[in-house]
């Protein structure tokens, strides 16, 4: 089946540095999207991107989808305190049909 | 964007009973899913709850541990049955519409000892 491998597992950064975490199917795409939860929380939504190449700014964040739709990223700039928890990507593939498999998630520590 | 309520937050039960949370929806959905997640780990789907039939189970869960109801549009509850420690984990439920933003309720953290 559909598999979502995300790297890395974790990452300590200092704050004002940047940070990046990488997502890759074992199959293609339909759509790709990305969730934060915070410690103790349940994961929220930030973003879906559905075409070959997209790329999405939210203020200090920019996610792209790749070329094959089978890999995306998710980079912040200039990390801060708030920005930690851990990040997921979910792949919806053509069959799943509103499924999402979800990568093994980056868990971020800022550290001030 | 859709509120889902889930219910209990939070328990702690005896091996062997079961437990049984509950999901409401502020809006109708089109899905409905349960997860299962360990703390620090990714999250398992355990079903996708259909509206009005038997729910779709994924590989390694069946319907005798985790019955799942589903009588409409905004309303869902899974049945952890026959529980053991390894059955401790939090469990969520989500909603959405397939080509859309999923929303999780807030989680139930289940022990059990």
């Known amino acids: 089946g559909q598999q979502v491998m995300q790297i890395p597992q974790y990452q300590h950064v200092q704050e004002g540095e940047d940070f990046t975490t990488y997502c890759n199917s074992s199959t293609t795409l339909s759509n790709i999207q990305w969730y934060k939860q915070r410690p103790g929380g349940h994961p929220v939504f930030l973003i879906q991107l559905v075409k070959s190449g997209e790329v999405k700014k939210q203020k200090r964040l920019t996610f792209q989808f790749g070329e094959a739709k089978k890999n995306s990223s998710l980079h912040i700039t200039a990390t801060q305190t708030t920005d930690v928890g851990t990040y997921f990507c979910?792949?919806?593939?053509?069959?799943?049909?509103?499924?999402?498999?979800f990568g093994q998630g980056t868990i971020l520590t800022v550290h001030p | 964007s859709a509120v889902i309520s889930q219910k209990p937050s939070r328990d702690i039960c005896q091996r062997g009973t079961s437990l049984t949370i509950q999901c409401q929806v502020d809006s109708q959905v089109t899905m409905m899913f349960w997860y299962r997640q360990q703390p620090g780990q990714s999250l398992t789907l355990i079903a996708t709850a259909n509206q009005g039939s038997e729910a779709t189970y994924e590989s390694g869960f069946v319907i005798d541990k985790f019955p799942i109801s589903r009588p409409n549009l905004t309303f869902s509850t899974l049945t952890v049955s026959n529980m053991s420690p390894e059955d401790s984990s939090i469990y969520l439920c989500s909603g959405g519409s397939p080509n859309t933003e999923a929303f999780f309720g807030q989680g139930t953290r289940l022990t059990v000892v």
């Open positions: 979910a792949g919806r593939g053509g069959t799943s049909y509103g499924k999402l498999t």
